[in-house]
């Protein structure tokens, strides 16, 4: 059973254009929303992150916007770059017994930013 | 700092056979994590600790064993290697509940 569901699995986009990936969770006990960022033969880096107090956060080029009633949130990358091109994982996180968080992956997307 | 620092970065087992997985970090971290990745399906936490002394079950945890003697070590036991271990593990470190967890580069395990 997929706590955290991904979507689409892979996807093209054009140099310039917009990335966008979506997320749905279904336990509201996650608290916390992570999204990292993985090249080949490296481990997941953080790459932004959202609490649900807020609707939307945005570093740079990623946004990460956020629907608490449809438990739902997404990755926007603007102006997608040839150096995007990796796999993005969202992420869930809730709090465990004894303090520390849990995080519950989605499956990941296998973005390729073509010229 | 190294951060989070994993070896072996290979390894190949025969079934049956077991090993230790070792992961370490320096930045002082007290939460640290096992995860396993395979493809098409993300990363599975396999266990986790707290802080030195207290470890907890993941939601992949049968096959592994862990232990946290000190802040600084995590290692990540394979009791009876068996083929659907076969996989890509992952340890990750991080300060806080609502800090990012940083990830090791990772160890490649075969088992045949």
């Known amino acids: 059973q997929q706590q955290v569901k991904q979507s689409p699995q892979s996807l093209i986009v054009q140099k310039g254009g917009i990335s966008i990936i979506n997320c749905a969770y279904e336990?509201?006990?996650?608290?916390?929303f992570p999204w990292y960022q993985q090249f080949p033969g490296k481990g997941p880096a953080l790459l932004i992150a959202?609490?649900?107090?807020?609707s939307e956060k945005k570093e740079g080029r990623f946004t990460i916007s956020f629907n608490k009633s449809a438990k739902q949130f997404s990755l926007h990358i603007m102006d997608s770059q040839p150096g995007d091109s990796a796999t993005y994982f969202c992420a869930a996180s809730m709090r465990v017994t004894g303090g520390g968080n849990k995080l519950t992956f989605g499956t990941g997307t296998q973005l390729k930013v073509e010229l | 700092n190294a951060g989070v620092t994993q070896t072996p970065k290979f390894q190949v087992l025969k079934t049956g056979q077991s090993m230790t997985l070792q992961c370490a970090q320096d930045m002082n971290h007290e939460y640290m994590s096992w995860y396993r990745q395979d493809p098409g399906m993300g990363l599975r936490l396999i266990h986790y600790s707290v802080g030195a002394g207290i470890t907890d079950q993941g939601e992949v945890p049968n096959g592994y064993n862990v232990s946290r003697s000190t802040t600084e070590d995590f290692p990540l036991r394979l009791l009876s290697a068996a083929p659907s271990q076969t996989s890509v593990y992952f340890c990750a470190s991080s300060y806080g509940l609502y800090e990012g967890q940083y990830f090791g580069p990772g160890t490649r395990l075969t088992v045949t």
């Open positions: 959202i609490r649900p107090d807020v």
């Open positions: 336990n509201t006990a996650f608290d916390y």
